[in-house]
């Protein structure tokens, strides 16, 4: 080092013309015309530990204030670890682990709490800056687990994509995109593919979609596996997989949500249920403004974990179905708190708690239906049997109800299942996998015209998944013109064919015929050709909605300024942790 050169100089370089310095540790470039404020500002806030060596003086008279300086950054380099050590590298990792599974904000790293917690369980670790935890590690982290989902999807045939659009607290708008598939260990899996702004940031209609959702195909090489896209029921949406040539399943949970909301919100003819709703709704805002009535509520259950009462919300029927569930629960507590105040609402007469408990009743079956499609796992058999369930289900129920209001939503539910749920059983993907689960067959169909044409599309994949032998390229072994002392060959080849498509017929009718196995068995080890392509096809879009859970925790009010590329790191890794 040349004397009375800053020590600066030692972790910078200079461009040729002079005019940049470059940083040797992480490349950084700033603008200097000789001066060192900038570098060392940097080295501070991105170096800590190398910028603790440059505080020295220029001047001649502090040489002996430098040399002690220089001793003490000496004695606390060595209780440091060296950046370059295994054990610092293992630590950066598991603090950028914690930012992607945990959702906490990068700045976590300045918070004193944190650091002094950091200190005492290591006090050799120096955590990383703010911006190196962003653009180094979690970078790193992201592009590795990129890296094997990427080579683990090369290995997939076939993958089936959920995708939705969600506007965040900054209102920026985002689609995510989701897909399902089975490994090659024959285990089902879902990751996050990506959760970014659409292309044309502010157009919404049918092509931007298309056009976002090829590039993300594209960028993963999965264009030409994606079997179905299941989404809601939205024109925009739908059309979008129109353009891209690919099939679309309609969300059973978005649908069910149709036929529900329409039976409680837009059934004219049921005139006594909408009042008993809003009353239902207008009980719970009393408790939820007044601090003493909840206070008197929670006493009155008598119980050390009280209930909570729970809010209708507009968009979601099964909100309905919780407050009423959630009421009837907690009835006597209500009724109790509800008569001692003069200013409360009136309480519910014994008519109306027998509606209540009808019609909690029947919404319980669609709740269960909700719950039992939305899990992860295979699902899309499911659909067909559920569908069938709930039809029976309603119809005994039917002959039972005696209050006028719940016989009346019972009905205007059964007709909703037959106009909107019915036509799964005519779908494609649908009905074959339903016949292709051996705890269901032929027996869960409703129709048995529906349920014969799943077989006859069984047979015809089993003959395209299993090909004749005419189909495959086979060495002719015969002379040019013909050999007659190879004839039989050629007739024996013949005969293969025709007995190859019987096999499959004759495969199809066993499997048919066999008894149906338990609910609780493993479907994926039963079926390992034909499922490949049907069963990795969710019945919902719930997925999408998920992580616009976790985007709405990562781009929260708090954190509005959160830039939407690093908004898809930290979902990416939230959602795709099980990678790493």
């Known amino acids: 080092m040349i004397k009375g050169l800053s020590l600066v100089w030692k972790y910078f370089k200079k461009s040729t ?16 015309s000789g001066n060192t404020s900038n570098l060392r500002d940097h080295l501070k806030r991105m170096h800590p530990n190398m910028e603790n060596e440059n505080d020295r003086c220029s001047s001649g008279s502090s040489s002996i204030l430098s ?49 002094s917690y950091t200190k005492i369980l290591d006090p050799r670790y120096v955590l990383p800056s703010k911006t190196t935890l962003k653009n180094v590690h979690i970078q790193n982290m992201y592009e590795q687990c990129r890296s094997k989902l990427r080579d ?29 598939f089975i490994d090659p260990d024959f285990s089902m899996r879902t990751a996050v593919l990506s959760t970014m702004p659409l292309l044309e940031a502010t157009n919404h209609n049918a092509d931007n979609i298309a056009k976002s959702l090829h590039d993300i195909f594209i960028n993963y090489d999965i264009l030409d596996k994606v079997t179905y896209i299941v989404t809601d029921n939205a024109s925009n949406i739908t059309k979008a997989c129109e353009i891209l040539k690919k099939k679309n399943l309609p969300c059973l949970a978005h649908t069910l949500n149709l036929v529900v909301q329409n039976s409680l919100l837009q059934d004219k003819d049921n005139i006594h249920l909408a009042p008993l709703l809003q009353k239902c709704k207008t009980i719970v805002t009393f408790f939820k403004k007044s601090s003493n009535a909840t206070e008197l509520f929670k006493k009155a259950q008598n119980t050390e974990t009280p209930l909570k009462l729970i809010q209708e919300v507009a968009t979601r029927w099964n909100s309905s179905y919780m407050m009423i569930k959630r009421i009837l629960e907690t ?29 909690e009743k029947i919404l319980s079956l669609f709740y269960t239906l909700t719950v039992r499609c939305s899990g992860n796992g295979l699902t899309i058999s499911l659909i067909i049997p559920l569908v069938n369930g709930l039809y029976r289900n309603l119809c005994e129920m039917e002959t039972k109800i005696d209050n006028v209001t719940a016989l009346r939503l019972c009905k205007s539910l059964k007709e909703g299942v037959v106009e909107r749920l019915f036509p799964y059983e005519k779908r494609t993907a649908t009905k074959i996998s339903t016949l292709l689960d051996p705890r ?10 529906n349920a014969n044409s799943a077989a006859m599309l069984l047979e015809s994949e089993m003959n395209c998944i299993a090909p004749s032998v005419s189909e495959r390229p086979i060495e002719n072994i015969s002379q040019p013109g013909g050999d007659p002392l190879f004839q039989f060959l050629e007739d024996a080849r013949n005969e293969e064919v025709t007995s190859r498509k019987v096999d499959n017929i004759i495969t199809k009718r066993q499997y048919l015929e066999r008894p149906n196995l338990i609910q609780s068995a493993n479907i994926l080890d039963f079926w ?9 096809i969710p019945a919902t879009s719930t997925e999408s909605e998920r992580t616009f859970s976790k985007c709405g925790v990562v781009s929260s009010e708090r954190r509005n300024r959160l830039k939407p590329k690093n908004v898809d790191k930290i979902v990416f890794l939230n959602k795709n942790h099980w990678l790493s």
């Open 440 to 449: 269901f067959k032929k027996k869960a169909f409703i129709s048995i015209l």
């Open 152 to 180: 683990l999807l090369s290995a997939v045939e076939y993958l089936a994509i959920t995708t939705d659009c969600w506007t965040s607290a900054a209102t920026e708008s985002y689609i995510t995109v989701t897909c399902q």
């Open 67 to 115: 040399s002690m300086r220089s001793i003490d950054s000496h004695f606390k380099r060595g209780a440091e670890y060296d950046p370059t050590s295994s054990r610092k590298k293992e630590i950066d990792k598991a603090l950028a682990r914690l930012i992607g599974v945990d959702l906490q904000p990068f700045s976590i790293v300045n918070h004193e709490g944190f650091r």
């Open 17 to 32: 013309d002079k005019k940049l310095a470059t940083c040797l540790i992480c490349q950084k470039e700033y603008r200097t």
């Open 331 to 359: 009835i006597d507590a209500i009724s109790s708190v509800l008569m001692a105040n003069r200013k409360a609402p009136e309480p519910f007469t014994e008519e109306e708690m027998v509606t209540l408990k009808q019609v």
């Open 528 to 536: 390992k050709t034909v499922a490949l392509k049907y069963f990795c």
